[in-house]
């Protein structure tokens, strides 16, 4: 399957919603009134087939977004865009489709003048996919933490945009 840039398009919350919670181990569960604020916070909000197949939500550093790796990142810099969330369904990856919405991403955020795109990465519970694909796209790690009473340990990744 080839996806090319007109594959990208508007979300549907209920249908992204869907794919969002099909993942929450990774993701975080949401209802649909907090998938509704988030995207209303969001500088960069995608997907393909509406968010079923796939979707990229991210907020650039002036959102009033109430999140511990939000804040860190807040702390850390200046200006950049975080990545909340990034899911594309267990039957078409390993298409490209994930690199296809980085890489829109990262084209979008150019055009603000950002330079510095940011995430997290799961390490407790691990997600050795996810640490090898940003590492893949050029991220570094530029932090770690340690979330709800040790629940949760998140690695901080940074790209810079050139």
């Known amino acids: 399957m080839v996806r090319t840039n ?27 009134g907090h998938l509704n604020t988030l995207l209303d916070m ?20 002036t959102a009033p977004y109430q999140n511990p790796n939000f804040a860190w990142f807040k702390s850390a810099y200046q200006s950049f865009v975080y990545i909340d969330r990034v899911v594309v369904a267990e039957s078409v990856r390993g298409q490209g489709i994930a690199r296809l919405l980085y890489e829109d991403l990262f084209s979008a955020t150019r055009r603000t003048g950002i330079h510095r795109i940011v995430c997290e990465v799961n390490s407790e519970p691990p997600n050795p996919a996810s640490d090898a694909f940003h590492i893949a796209m ?25």
């Open 42 to 61: 969001a500088c960069y909000a995608r997907g393909i087939d509406q968010g079923k197949t796939a979707f990229l939500i991210a907020l650039d550093h």
């Open 6 to 32: 007109g594959d990208l398009g508007s979300l549907d919350a209920s249908i992204t919603l869907q794919l969002n919670n099909a993942h929450a181990k990774e993701t975080s569960e949401l209802d649909l």
């Open 138 to 162: 050029g991220f570094e790690k530029v932090g770690q933490a340690v979330l709800y009473n040790g629940a949760k340990t998140v690695n901080y990744f940074a790209k810079n945009l050139d």
